[in-house]
Protein backbone atom coordinates (compact mmCIF):
# COMPACT_ATOMS: atom_id res chain seq x y z
CA UNK A 1 0.00 0.00 0.00
CA UNK A 2 1.90 3.60 -1.14
CA UNK A 3 1.15 6.23 1.57
CA UNK A 4 0.80 9.68 0.25
CA UNK A 5 3.38 12.16 1.60
CA UNK A 6 2.88 15.52 3.63
CA UNK A 7 2.45 17.74 0.67
CA UNK A 8 -0.10 15.57 -1.66
CA UNK A 9 -2.00 15.30 1.36
CA UNK A 10 -2.15 18.45 2.28
CA UNK A 11 -3.61 19.55 -1.05
CA UNK A 12 -7.34 21.00 -0.43
CA UNK A 13 -9.69 18.30 -2.96
CA UNK A 14 -11.00 19.44 -6.13
CA UNK A 15 -14.86 19.73 -4.50
CA UNK A 16 -13.42 21.78 -1.66
CA UNK A 17 -11.56 24.71 -3.89
CA UNK A 18 -14.79 24.56 -6.28
CA UNK A 19 -16.65 25.34 -3.10
CA UNK A 20 -13.93 27.81 -1.87
CA UNK A 21 -14.65 29.62 -5.76
CA UNK A 22 -18.05 29.60 -5.75
CA UNK A 23 -17.88 31.29 -2.43
CA UNK A 24 -15.22 34.01 -3.52
CA UNK A 25 -17.82 34.23 -6.73
CA UNK A 26 -21.11 34.95 -4.95
CA UNK A 27 -18.97 37.52 -2.81
CA UNK A 28 -18.01 39.22 -6.27
CA UNK A 29 -21.79 38.85 -8.11
CA UNK A 30 -23.12 41.07 -4.32
CA UNK A 31 -19.98 43.78 -4.17
CA UNK A 32 -21.29 44.11 -8.27
CA UNK A 33 -25.25 44.85 -6.76
CA UNK A 34 -23.61 46.95 -4.14
CA UNK A 35 -21.52 49.04 -7.09
CA UNK A 36 -24.39 48.93 -9.30
CA UNK A 37 -26.54 50.90 -6.72
CA UNK A 38 -24.26 53.52 -5.60
CA UNK A 39 -23.17 54.31 -9.06
CA UNK A 40 -26.86 55.06 -9.68
CA UNK A 41 -27.05 56.87 -6.58
CA UNK A 42 -23.98 59.10 -7.55
CA UNK A 43 -25.35 59.66 -11.03
CA UNK A 44 -28.86 60.53 -9.71
CA UNK A 45 -27.20 63.54 -7.58
CA UNK A 46 -25.49 64.40 -10.27
CA UNK A 47 -28.52 64.91 -12.34
CA UNK A 48 -29.52 67.01 -9.29
CA UNK A 49 -26.38 69.13 -9.89
CA UNK A 50 -27.06 69.60 -13.29
CA UNK A 51 -30.41 71.65 -12.48
CA UNK A 52 -28.61 73.43 -9.99
CA UNK A 53 -26.26 74.31 -12.69
CA UNK A 54 -28.78 75.21 -15.80
CA UNK A 55 -30.42 77.41 -13.21
CA UNK A 56 -27.39 79.44 -13.53
CA UNK A 57 -26.56 79.10 -16.69
CA UNK A 58 -23.77 77.25 -15.74
CA UNK A 59 -21.34 74.52 -17.75
CA UNK A 60 -21.75 70.58 -17.48
CA UNK A 61 -18.73 70.28 -18.22
CA UNK A 62 -16.39 71.73 -15.50
CA UNK A 63 -12.53 70.65 -15.46
CA UNK A 64 -11.92 72.25 -12.46
CA UNK A 65 -13.97 69.97 -10.65
CA UNK A 66 -13.39 66.86 -12.55
CA UNK A 67 -9.83 67.00 -11.29
CA UNK A 68 -10.47 67.53 -7.75
CA UNK A 69 -12.77 64.15 -8.01
CA UNK A 70 -9.62 62.37 -9.44
CA UNK A 71 -7.44 63.72 -6.85
CA UNK A 72 -9.82 62.98 -4.47
CA UNK A 73 -10.21 59.53 -5.50
CA UNK A 74 -6.63 58.38 -6.36
CA UNK A 75 -5.00 60.57 -3.42
CA UNK A 76 -7.01 57.84 -0.68
CA UNK A 77 -6.46 54.77 -3.40
CA UNK A 78 -4.50 52.08 -1.39
CA UNK A 79 -4.82 49.50 -4.22
CA UNK A 80 -4.53 46.99 -5.39
CA UNK A 81 -5.86 48.81 -8.14
CA UNK A 82 -4.05 50.58 -10.14
CA UNK A 83 -3.46 54.45 -10.65
CA UNK A 84 -4.31 53.95 -14.65
CA UNK A 85 -7.53 51.60 -13.76
CA UNK A 86 -8.96 53.99 -11.59
CA UNK A 87 -8.78 56.91 -13.66
CA UNK A 88 -10.18 54.79 -16.41
CA UNK A 89 -13.12 53.88 -14.77
CA UNK A 90 -13.86 57.30 -12.89
CA UNK A 91 -13.20 58.38 -16.31
CA UNK A 92 -16.50 56.84 -17.76
CA UNK A 93 -18.24 57.51 -14.70
CA UNK A 94 -17.84 61.16 -14.91
CA UNK A 95 -18.46 60.90 -19.05
CA UNK A 96 -21.99 58.88 -17.66
CA UNK A 97 -22.56 61.58 -14.91
CA UNK A 98 -22.12 64.45 -17.25
CA UNK A 99 -24.94 62.97 -20.01
CA UNK A 100 -27.00 62.80 -17.44
CA UNK A 101 -27.00 66.57 -17.33
CA UNK A 102 -26.20 67.02 -20.58
CA UNK A 103 -25.22 64.79 -23.76
CA UNK A 104 -22.13 67.01 -24.70
CA UNK A 105 -21.22 67.40 -28.13
CA UNK A 106 -17.99 67.28 -29.16
CA UNK A 107 -15.71 68.31 -32.23
CA UNK A 108 -12.16 67.37 -33.06
CA UNK A 109 -9.44 67.15 -35.93
CA UNK A 110 -11.08 63.62 -37.38
CA UNK A 111 -11.43 60.98 -38.35
CA UNK A 112 -12.44 58.43 -35.69
CA UNK A 113 -9.21 57.19 -33.76
CA UNK A 114 -6.99 59.73 -35.31
CA UNK A 115 -4.68 61.35 -32.28
CA UNK A 116 -6.84 64.13 -31.49
CA UNK A 117 -9.90 61.23 -31.37
CA UNK A 118 -8.01 59.83 -28.79
CA UNK A 119 -7.27 62.83 -26.45
CA UNK A 120 -10.93 63.53 -26.93
CA UNK A 121 -11.70 60.00 -25.63
CA UNK A 122 -9.09 61.11 -22.70
CA UNK A 123 -10.43 64.10 -21.57
CA UNK A 124 -14.40 63.37 -21.91
CA UNK A 125 -14.93 59.35 -22.65
CA UNK A 126 -17.88 57.86 -24.22
CA UNK A 127 -20.96 59.63 -23.30
CA UNK A 128 -20.83 62.24 -25.52
CA UNK A 129 -21.59 62.81 -29.36
CA UNK A 130 -17.84 62.71 -31.22
CA UNK A 131 -18.32 65.19 -34.20
CA UNK A 132 -15.45 64.75 -36.13
CA UNK A 133 -14.26 67.70 -38.87
CA UNK A 134 -12.22 67.86 -41.44
CA UNK A 135 -10.06 70.68 -40.39
CA UNK A 136 -8.94 72.52 -37.08
CA UNK A 137 -10.28 75.78 -38.61
CA UNK A 138 -14.08 73.67 -38.59
CA UNK A 139 -13.61 72.99 -35.08
CA UNK A 140 -13.07 76.61 -33.92
CA UNK A 141 -16.04 77.36 -36.43
CA UNK A 142 -18.33 74.18 -34.48
CA UNK A 143 -17.63 76.21 -31.02
CA UNK A 144 -18.49 79.47 -31.72
CA UNK A 145 -21.66 78.99 -33.59
CA UNK A 146 -22.28 76.38 -30.87
CA UNK A 147 -23.04 73.81 -32.78
CA UNK A 148 -20.66 71.84 -30.30
CA UNK A 149 -20.06 72.38 -26.65
CA UNK A 150 -16.61 72.21 -26.77
CA UNK A 151 -13.22 71.19 -29.26
CA UNK A 152 -10.56 69.31 -29.23
CA UNK A 153 -7.34 70.76 -30.76
CA UNK A 154 -3.71 69.83 -31.27
CA UNK A 155 -1.57 72.63 -30.15
CA UNK A 156 1.66 71.58 -30.04
CA UNK A 157 4.22 68.28 -30.05
CA UNK A 158 7.66 68.11 -28.47
CA UNK A 159 8.91 66.54 -32.09
CA UNK A 160 7.73 69.00 -34.71
CA UNK A 161 6.35 71.73 -32.18
CA UNK A 162 3.45 74.16 -33.10
CA UNK A 163 0.28 73.33 -35.00
CA UNK A 164 -0.01 76.70 -36.98
CA UNK A 165 -3.65 75.78 -37.65
CA UNK A 166 -4.25 76.14 -34.12
CA UNK A 167 -2.66 79.16 -33.31
CA UNK A 168 -4.34 81.06 -36.62
CA UNK A 169 -7.47 80.20 -35.01
CA UNK A 170 -7.12 81.60 -31.47
CA UNK A 171 -5.87 84.77 -33.52
CA UNK A 172 -8.89 84.61 -36.05
CA UNK A 173 -11.54 83.79 -32.69
CA UNK A 174 -9.97 85.23 -29.40
CA UNK A 175 -13.81 84.81 -28.30
CA UNK A 176 -12.36 80.76 -27.64
CA UNK A 177 -11.31 80.28 -24.83
CA UNK A 178 -8.92 77.49 -23.48
CA UNK A 179 -10.86 75.70 -20.14
CA UNK A 180 -8.57 72.17 -20.59
CA UNK A 181 -5.29 70.65 -21.60
CA UNK A 182 -4.72 67.28 -22.64
CA UNK A 183 -1.08 65.50 -22.53
CA UNK A 184 -1.30 62.71 -24.72
CA UNK A 185 2.00 60.50 -25.10
CA UNK A 186 1.84 59.30 -28.44
CA UNK A 187 3.29 55.98 -29.53
CA UNK A 188 3.41 55.30 -33.41
CA UNK A 189 2.99 51.77 -34.44
CA UNK A 190 3.73 49.66 -38.08
CA UNK A 191 0.57 48.56 -39.11
CA UNK A 192 -0.17 45.82 -42.10
CA UNK A 193 -1.65 42.89 -43.53
CA UNK A 194 1.53 41.50 -44.81
CA UNK A 195 5.20 40.96 -42.95
CA UNK A 196 7.41 43.63 -42.75
CA UNK A 197 9.61 42.27 -45.63
CA UNK A 198 6.71 42.55 -48.13
CA UNK A 199 5.79 46.37 -47.56
CA UNK A 200 6.76 48.70 -50.72
CA UNK A 201 4.91 51.54 -49.48
CA UNK A 202 4.18 53.26 -45.93
CA UNK A 203 1.23 55.69 -45.78
CA UNK A 204 0.72 58.57 -43.10
CA UNK A 205 -0.45 62.18 -41.53
CA UNK A 206 3.19 64.25 -42.39
CA UNK A 207 3.44 64.68 -38.55
CA UNK A 208 3.50 60.68 -37.81
CA UNK A 209 6.37 60.04 -40.86
CA UNK A 210 8.04 62.88 -39.57
CA UNK A 211 8.36 61.52 -35.70
CA UNK A 212 9.01 58.33 -37.56
CA UNK A 213 11.34 59.23 -40.09
CA UNK A 214 14.63 57.57 -38.45
CA UNK A 215 13.05 54.24 -37.87
CA UNK A 216 11.29 54.53 -41.51
CA UNK A 217 14.80 54.56 -43.38
CA UNK A 218 16.48 52.19 -41.36
CA UNK A 219 13.74 49.43 -40.79
CA UNK A 220 12.34 50.01 -43.99
CA UNK A 221 14.48 51.31 -46.62
CA UNK A 222 12.67 49.57 -49.40
CA UNK A 223 9.52 51.45 -48.74
CA UNK A 224 8.46 54.99 -50.51
CA UNK A 225 6.57 56.88 -47.95
CA UNK A 226 3.51 59.16 -48.79
CA UNK A 227 1.40 61.35 -47.05
CA UNK A 228 -2.62 61.18 -46.39
CA UNK A 229 -5.03 63.45 -44.52
CA UNK A 230 -5.03 61.11 -41.12
CA UNK A 231 -3.56 57.99 -39.53
CA UNK A 232 -7.07 56.72 -39.57
CA UNK A 233 -6.70 57.21 -43.76
CA UNK A 234 -3.89 55.55 -43.85
CA UNK A 235 -5.20 52.60 -42.21
CA UNK A 236 -7.50 52.36 -44.22
CA UNK A 237 -5.47 52.15 -47.10
CA UNK A 238 -3.30 49.27 -45.49
CA UNK A 239 -5.87 47.29 -45.37
CA UNK A 240 -7.49 47.35 -48.98
CA UNK A 241 -3.99 47.89 -50.68
CA UNK A 242 -1.21 44.89 -51.35
CA UNK A 243 2.50 45.72 -49.44
CA UNK A 244 0.86 49.18 -47.84
CA UNK A 245 1.78 49.47 -44.13
CA UNK A 246 0.21 52.15 -42.22
CA UNK A 247 2.13 54.41 -39.06
CA UNK A 248 -0.98 55.03 -36.88
CA UNK A 249 -2.04 53.81 -33.33
CA UNK A 250 -2.68 50.47 -31.76
CA UNK A 251 -6.34 51.63 -31.84
CA UNK A 252 -6.57 52.11 -35.54
CA UNK A 253 -4.92 48.43 -35.57
CA UNK A 254 -7.87 46.78 -33.94
CA UNK A 255 -10.82 49.20 -35.70
CA UNK A 256 -9.68 48.02 -38.99
CA UNK A 257 -8.63 44.45 -38.33
CA UNK A 258 -4.79 45.00 -39.35
CA UNK A 259 -1.20 43.54 -37.68
CA UNK A 260 0.78 45.28 -35.70
CA UNK A 261 4.19 44.82 -37.40
CA UNK A 262 6.34 47.00 -34.84
CA UNK A 263 5.16 48.84 -31.93
CA UNK A 264 6.49 52.50 -30.77
CA UNK A 265 8.79 53.30 -33.72
CA UNK A 266 8.81 56.86 -32.88
CA UNK A 267 11.89 58.06 -32.71
CA UNK A 268 11.80 60.06 -29.67
CA UNK A 269 10.65 58.49 -26.32
CA UNK A 270 9.21 61.19 -25.01
CA UNK A 271 7.17 61.87 -27.98
CA UNK A 272 4.05 63.74 -26.87
CA UNK A 273 0.90 66.28 -28.34
CA UNK A 274 -0.70 69.02 -26.19
CA UNK A 275 -4.49 69.33 -27.24
CA UNK A 276 -6.38 72.32 -25.94
CA UNK A 277 -9.69 71.67 -25.28
CA UNK A 278 -11.74 74.92 -26.54
CA UNK A 279 -15.49 76.54 -25.09
CA UNK A 280 -16.89 79.18 -24.35
CA UNK A 281 -15.18 80.01 -21.38
CA UNK A 282 -11.75 79.03 -18.84
CA UNK A 283 -11.91 76.74 -16.11
CA UNK A 284 -11.85 77.74 -11.98
CA UNK A 285 -9.06 77.46 -9.59
CA UNK A 286 -7.73 74.44 -8.98
CA UNK A 287 -4.25 75.29 -7.17
CA UNK A 288 -2.47 73.72 -9.75
CA UNK A 289 -3.35 75.80 -12.86
CA UNK A 290 -1.72 77.47 -16.49
CA UNK A 291 -2.96 80.62 -18.25
CA UNK A 292 -2.30 81.06 -22.04
CA UNK A 293 -2.35 84.52 -23.40
CA UNK A 294 -1.34 85.63 -26.63
CA UNK A 295 0.13 89.68 -27.25
CA UNK A 296 1.65 91.64 -29.89
CA UNK A 297 4.62 94.22 -29.17
CA UNK A 298 6.02 97.41 -30.92
CA UNK A 299 8.88 96.93 -33.32
CA UNK A 300 11.38 98.46 -30.88
CA UNK A 301 14.88 97.76 -29.00
CA UNK A 302 13.97 95.41 -26.34
CA UNK A 303 10.03 95.14 -26.60
CA UNK A 304 9.81 91.29 -26.11
CA UNK A 305 12.66 91.45 -23.09
CA UNK A 306 10.43 94.08 -21.48
CA UNK A 307 7.55 91.49 -21.25
CA UNK A 308 9.53 88.83 -20.04
CA UNK A 309 11.05 90.76 -17.34
CA UNK A 310 7.83 91.72 -15.98
CA UNK A 311 7.32 87.53 -15.54
CA UNK A 312 10.86 88.01 -14.08
CA UNK A 313 9.45 90.42 -11.48
CA UNK A 314 6.14 88.54 -10.84
CA UNK A 315 7.98 85.17 -10.25
CA UNK A 316 5.58 83.60 -12.85
CA UNK A 317 7.65 80.62 -14.43
CA UNK A 318 6.90 80.68 -18.05
CA UNK A 319 6.00 76.99 -19.77
CA UNK A 320 5.74 77.64 -23.14
CA UNK A 321 6.34 80.71 -26.05
CA UNK A 322 6.03 80.70 -29.19
CA UNK A 323 6.27 83.67 -32.23
CA UNK A 324 4.04 83.03 -34.60
CA UNK A 325 3.04 85.70 -38.16
CA UNK A 326 0.83 87.65 -38.14
CA UNK A 327 -1.87 86.63 -41.36
CA UNK A 328 -3.03 90.47 -41.52
CA UNK A 329 0.25 92.00 -42.08
CA UNK A 330 3.46 91.43 -43.02
CA UNK A 331 6.30 91.43 -40.85
CA UNK A 332 3.98 91.42 -37.88
CA UNK A 333 4.12 88.21 -34.76
CA UNK A 334 1.92 87.54 -32.32
CA UNK A 335 3.39 85.57 -29.21
CA UNK A 336 1.75 82.92 -27.77
CA UNK A 337 2.70 81.97 -23.52
CA UNK A 338 1.59 79.99 -21.10
CA UNK A 339 2.65 79.65 -17.42
CA UNK A 340 2.44 78.64 -14.09
CA UNK A 341 -1.05 79.86 -12.24
CA UNK A 342 -4.91 81.08 -12.78
CA UNK A 343 -5.70 84.35 -13.90
CA UNK A 344 -7.42 85.04 -10.39
CA UNK A 345 -4.14 85.02 -8.74
CA UNK A 346 -3.23 88.39 -7.26
CA UNK A 347 0.40 87.97 -9.15
CA UNK A 348 -0.73 87.18 -12.46
CA UNK A 349 -3.92 90.08 -12.43
CA UNK A 350 -0.55 92.04 -11.54
CA UNK A 351 1.06 90.61 -14.74
CA UNK A 352 -1.70 91.08 -16.81
CA UNK A 353 -2.10 94.28 -15.84
CA UNK A 354 1.12 95.15 -16.70
CA UNK A 355 1.30 93.70 -20.11
CA UNK A 356 -1.60 95.93 -21.18
CA UNK A 357 0.47 98.75 -20.42
CA UNK A 358 3.33 97.56 -22.47
CA UNK A 359 2.16 95.29 -25.25
CA UNK A 360 0.20 96.91 -27.77
CA UNK A 361 -2.76 93.76 -27.59
CA UNK A 362 -3.01 91.75 -24.98
CA UNK A 363 -5.56 88.39 -24.67
CA UNK A 364 -6.12 85.81 -22.05
CA UNK A 365 -6.76 82.80 -23.88
CA UNK A 366 -7.68 81.11 -20.59
CA UNK A 367 -6.92 79.45 -17.37
CA UNK A 368 -6.86 75.62 -16.53
CA UNK A 369 -5.46 72.68 -14.44
CA UNK A 370 -2.42 71.79 -15.31
CA UNK A 371 -2.68 68.31 -16.96
CA UNK A 372 -0.31 64.92 -16.56
CA UNK A 373 0.64 63.18 -19.59
CA UNK A 374 -1.08 59.74 -20.72
CA UNK A 375 -0.23 57.45 -22.84
CA UNK A 376 -2.12 56.43 -26.28
Same mark, same amino acid.
Given at each position: ???? *???????????????? +???????????????????????????????????? %?????? /?? $??????? *??????????????????????????? /??????????? %??? @?? @?????????? %?????????? *??????????? $????????????????????????????????????? $??????? +??? *??????????????????????WLSKNLPQATLHEVASTTDAAKLATSELNVAAV?? $??????????????????????????????????????????????????????????????? %????????????? @??? /???? @????????????????????????????????????????????
Amino acid at each position: MTRK *NDSEAAQPSPEKIAAN +LKGLRVQIDKLDLQILDLLNKRAAVAGQIGKVKADQ %GGEVFN /AS $REEEVLN *NVLGTNKGPLAEVTLKAIFRELISGSR /AVQKVQKIAFL %GPL @YS @YSHLAALERF %GESVVYNPTA *NIATVFEEVVR $RHADYGVVPLENSTDGRIADTLDMFIRTPQVKICAEI $RLRVHHH +LLA *NCSQAEVRRVFSKAQALSQCRNWLSKNLPQATLHEVASTTDAAKLATSELNVAAVAS $RQAAVKWGLNVLAQSIEDSPFNETRFAVIGPADSAKTGSDKTAMMFQISHAPGALADVLTIFK %GNKLNLTWIESFP @YPE /AKGE @YVFFIDFDGHRDDPKVRKTIAAMEDTCEVVSVLGSFPHAKPTDE
